[in-house]
């Protein structure tokens, strides 16, 4: 398998230090274009599509594998092995976040830092954690993507934008959506929703930053403040961004936090 054709490797800059931005459900490394370009001077970033995403090989897309965030998080650990990268600064955004969170647990020795950009753990209830969503709210969710892609595509990205006025973005998001394969979409869309990564997050010991936005629908405030107490030394930013995507909504206070973890 070419590494770079299947997920669409895209590499600025010539330092020896380095950034690696992964995107979200139902987008592509497009969306980082407002933010990836203010590091290229001093790293050298690394992009890419997840599979299924953006220019990705869809041959590559194995539903066994990608039935768990797991196989997402090998998909990074071998474009790193194949790059020779190490002392990785990631950043994740959203379901990212925590494919990023288990690469750094996988191979440890890949990673320097971790950003994690609106990030949960799991988006479920369960007694005292608070996720967003009760568990029959996320199979209605799924159910409907089931049975109406667009349909939900269109519904469902200017909830997770917010920034209602800036329709702009949502109609990005929507249009996001939208180019993905529907058949690899629900899959993954389920695989994200459903994951419950939470116990993962006593054991990160990579220096960690959590950007939480003060508006998140998707993942609400009670959840960033839940990783901050789980993830031993790591940093807390609360944005004043809303919505779900400050990559795309706010990039300079995006921008502005990770310099600031990283100088």
Same mark, same amino acid.
């Not at 196989?71 to 990023?100: K, N, R």
């Not at 830092?113 to 996720?131: C, D, H, M, Q, R």
């Not at 901050?228 to 990559?247: D, E, T, W, Y």
């Given at each position: 398998?070419?590494?770079?054709? $299947?997920?669409?490797?895209?590499?600025?800059?010539? /330092?020896?230090?380095?950034?690696?931005?992964?995107? @979200?459900?139902?987008?592509?490394?497009?969306?980082?274009?407002?933010?990836? *370009?203010?590091?290229?001077?001093?790293?050298?970033?690394?992009?890419?599509?997840?599979? @299924?995403?953006?220019? /990705?090989?869809?041959?590559?897309?194995?539903?066994? =594998?990608?039935?768990?965030?797991?196989?997402?998080?090998?998909?990074?650990?071998?474009?790193?092995?194949?790059?020779?990268? /190490?002392?990785?600064?990631?950043?994740?955004?959203?379901?990212?976040?925590?494919?990023?969170?288990?690469?750094?647990?996988?191979?440890?020795?890949?990673? =320097?830092?971790?950003?994690?950009?609106?990030?949960? *753990?799991?988006?479920?209830?369960?007694?005292?954690?608070?996720?967003?969503?009760?568990? *029959?709210?996320?199979?209605?969710?799924?159910?409907?993507?089931?049975?109406?892609?667009?349909?939900? /595509?269109?519904?469902?990205?200017?909830?997770?934008?917010?920034?209602?006025?800036?329709?702009?973005?949502?109609?990005?998001?929507?249009?996001?959506?939208?180019?993905?394969?529907?058949?690899?979409?629900?899959?993954?869309? $389920?695989?994200?929703?459903?994951?419950?990564?939470?116990?993962?997050?006593?054991?990160?010991?990579?220096?960690?930053?959590?950007?939480?936005?003060?508006?998140?629908?998707?993942? *609400?405030?009670?959840?960033?403040?839940?990783?901050?107490?789980?993830?031993?030394?790591?940093?807390?930013?609360?944005?004043?961004?809303?919505?779900?995507?400050?990559?795309?909504?706010?990039?300079?206070?995006?921008?502005?936090?990770?310099?600031?973890?990283?100088?």
């Amino acid at each position: 398998m070419n590494v770079v054709r $299947r997920n669409n490797i895209a590499i600025k800059g010539t /330092s020896s230090q380095v950034m690696m931005f992964a995107h @979200g459900f139902g987008c592509d490394q497009n969306m980082w274009r407002y933010v990836a *370009p203010a590091f290229e001077d001093n790293y050298k970033t690394v992009l890419f599509d997840q599979v @299924g995403a953006g220019g /990705s090989d869809l041959s590559a897309f194995i539903p066994q =594998k990608y039935e768990k965030l797991e196989g997402y998080a090998d998909d990074i650990i071998e474009i790193a092995t194949m790059l020779q990268l /190490s002392e990785i600064i990631f950043v994740g955004h959203s379901v990212s976040a925590l494919i990023g969170i288990i690469a750094s647990q996988k191979a440890p020795a890949l990673f =320097k830092s971790l950003v994690l950009v609106a990030p949960s *753990p799991s988006y479920i209830n369960e007694g005292n954690y608070i996720g967003g969503f009760t568990k *029959p709210q996320i199979e209605e969710l799924l159910e409907t993507m089931d049975n109406n892609h667009l349909g939900w /595509s269109a519904a469902m990205a200017p909830v997770i934008m917010g920034n209602q006025d800036r329709k702009e973005l949502a109609e990005e998001l929507t249009n996001s959506f939208c180019r993905m394969d529907p058949t690899i979409a629900k899959h993954f869309a $389920r695989t994200t929703f459903l994951s419950d990564k939470r116990e993962l997050l006593s054991y990160v010991n990579t220096p960690s930053l959590i950007l939480q936005c003060s508006d998140d629908v998707i993942a *609400p405030q009670a959840v960033g403040k839940y990783m901050h107490q789980q993830i031993k030394g790591s940093k807390l930013i609360l944005m004043k961004a809303i919505g779900h995507c400050p990559n795309l909504s706010a990039p300079e206070e995006t921008i502005n936090a990770i310099t600031q973890f990283l100088s």
